[in-house]
């Protein structure tokens, strides 16, 4: 296929929209070539992947259908994004041509149903928005990713993204009922809203997860759960070994109890909020629901932890509820950090995988020594575990380092892609998962043969059949020279 003009893809997206729907500002265009993979170079204004050649803004489901149309029949890459949060180059373009579809018109909350518990919403919908309003009616979602300020609805799905109350309600794919997506071929297709099916494979996990590499994901139906601000209890304790403290959530967890937040920090991770309280691990409950529930659950961790001879309530306790109330990212804090990366070269990043709890302390040290041996210029390594299952839990690696060469160009592979690097041969080698919920993008898809193993075939049968010319986000989850081999 002859390689279409950037006037061409210009003119007919203009065609296919509106002028005002295309965009065309060259800093923004620059700006929308990178995600917060790489916040570092692209604070300082060093672009190195391909530059979209448009970003165009469908406001109906139609155009979307029209845009992905005519991207698929004449070979240009289609990126979708809604709220701009990805953190694994799944925004970066791994082919050119390639257009950002961004979502955020489509911004419409298309139903609110108290009688059947659920939110219909377009994919633009921001989270936050959508649940200040619910919290108001005295609904909530339960869906409370530390970048709820920033995200939206279609990325949220697109991602298999997780809230800080997972514990409770779930991560997004507990949480979504039914959808609306529009194949590469302009398809459109619907997924309807029931409590549970039992009528061959659930189709909605084609759509969940498939970061933009299958299909467009225009509306969204949640669950919605009452909300009960008045019910919290917070508890909070320090706990003298990490072992110990992922002993305890495993126990809390496996008895049946479901606080809606359950946390575990090491102290390095927690000398970034409290260096004063820092010593020891640090471990943190909130229970929520109906009085009686949320009474009962905080009185059995209360019971359970205290039980143990190796942990020591943490105080003040007010401490750790100011820190939870604070802990997501709004554009404020993203415009602190950028503001810091354009003067100094101190760079913090974060990995999260996850693991059955026979291995998650091992990982946990495993992966810690190496970064300490082989990584120079190492400001600290620590981590957090924040989403609890009744077979295993979470790890959240958070690192920082200074990069001594000033050379913010080749951060990505003198630190940040080798530290991934050992946390995802760590994880996998003690059979965990090496992405517990950023998703794939492009940072981690050269493992994820190793992720899948012999199922690696059923994932990319599923992408090249529902998405044979790679127009969707080519080199997301699988990457271009994985496409085409014979498997
Ligand atoms: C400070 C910070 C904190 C974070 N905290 C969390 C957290 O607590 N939990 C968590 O899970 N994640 C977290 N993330 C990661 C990120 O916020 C999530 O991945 C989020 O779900 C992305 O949503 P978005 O609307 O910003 O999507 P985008 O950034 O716009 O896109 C994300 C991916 O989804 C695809 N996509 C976007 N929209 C669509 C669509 N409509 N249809 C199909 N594909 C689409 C894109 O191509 C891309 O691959 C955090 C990120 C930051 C920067």
New binding site residues.
Partial sequence: MDTVTKDTIVQQLTQLTSPDQVNLDPDELKYASL??YRKYPRARKIYQAPIPVAIVYPENVEQVAAVLKYANDTGVNV?????????ER??ESAREPHIIVD?SRLNQILKFDPEDMQLTVQ?GVPLKQAEDWLNEKGYTTGHL???QP???F???V??R????LSTLYGGIEDMVVGLE?IMPDGRIVRIKNVPRRSVGPDIRHIFIG???SI????EVTVKLFPYLPDTYHYLAYTVDTMREGFHLLRDIVAAGYRPSVIRLYDAQDWSQFYPKHAEKPVLIFRTEGPQPLSDATAGAIKTMVESSDQTQPYEPLDEIIDWFKHLT?TQK??DAEVNQLEKTPFVGFTTEVASNWSEIANIFEAVTTRVKKEIPNLYGIGGHSSHSYVNGTNLYFVYAFIDAEDDPAGEMARYHDPINKIIVEETLKHGGTMSH???V?KARAPFIKEEYGSSYWVLKTLLKSFDPKNTM?AG?IIPLEFWDETD
């Fill in positions: 995600d917060f990126i979708p994004r809604t709220g701009g949060s990805e953190i799944g925004l979502g994919a990713p530390q970048s920033l995200a939206d279609g990325g949220l697109a991602t993204s997780i809230g800080q997506a498939n970061e933009g299909a467009f994901i225009t990212w804090e993203v919920h950023h998703g993008g986000n997301n």
